[in-house]
């Protein structure tokens, strides 16, 4: 089992819609949980981070934790083409060190 | 505020020779930094934790002595890669905190794009 998992995609939502991001990891000591977002060829940029079981909302951008299912997701809202981009999940290590283990991440494409 | 430079942005080598990478955190001051590299269509992977004023430790499977690591002061470390090969053609990226705590987010620099021909 991966240490954490999401779906590669591509995820393809019209424009204006609700693009759904998921994610699940398998430390089950992980209490901090972050969202990046990746346009190709450049690198990740810091979209949300969450800690507490259940929502967290910033702008069009919501994350869910729910820790008892070792499940975190990220929901963008009025989805733009802007928004295509390949959206990394990481999730901080138990045990020390500060260290991030990022998921194979999730292509959005959103359509015109 | 929590900016994290990383030069050269990209670079072309032969194979054999040597390539610094410097990572710098602009506006804060980082203990510690994490050297990253991601292979096309690939997550990015850990390759070390750099340590102001000590050794870095490196993750398992990543040679210590083929990517030469030093984070001589509070604001830049150095990845090179010694005796450079096409394998080792990559992106590389740096990363540091504005703080210490697992709840502070990481900050990317723009990254390495290294091509080894």
């Known amino acids: 089992q991966k240490e954490v998992e999401q779906n590669s995609g591509p995820l393809s939502v019209p424009e204006g819609a609700i693009a759904s991001l998921n994610c699940t990891y398998s430390?089950?000591?992980?209490?901090?949980f972050f969202w990046y977002r990746q346009y190709s060829g450049k690198s990740p940029e810091l979209i949300m981070f969450?800690?507490?079981?259940g929502d967290k909302e910033d702008g069009r951008f919501t994350a869910q934790l729910n820790k008892a299912s070792q499940y975190v997701s990220l929901l963008i809202r009025d989805s733009q083409p802007s928004d295509s981009a390949t959206y990394l999940c990481a999730v901080n290590r138990s045990g020390g060190g500060n260290k991030l283990t990022f998921g194979t991440g999730t292509q959005l494409k959103v359509e015109l | 505020g929590a900016v994290v430079s990383q030069h050269p942005s990209w670079v072309i080598c032969k194979s054999g020779t040597s390539v610094k990478i410097e990572c710098r955190s602009l506006?804060?001051?980082?203990?510690?930094m994490f050297w990253y590299r991601q292979f096309p269509k690939q997550s990015l992977m850990l390759m070390a934790t750099s340590n102001e004023g000590s050794k870095a430790t490196y993750e398992q499977g990543v040679e210590k002595d083929k990517f030469l690591i030093n984070h001589a002061s509070l604001t830049l470390s150095t990845l090179t890669v010694t005796s450079a090969h096409p394998e080792d053609s990559s992106f590389y990226i740096c990363?540091?905190?504005?703080?210490?705590?697992?709840?502070?987010?990481?900050?990317f620099g723009n990254g390495t794009r290294l091509t080894v021909t």
């Open positions: 430390d089950r000591g992980s209490q901090s």
């Open positions: 969450i800690y507490s079981n």
């Open positions: 990363s540091a905190r504005p703080g210490t705590g697992e709840r502070i987010p990481l900050h």
């Open positions: 506006d804060f001051q980082a203990t510690t």
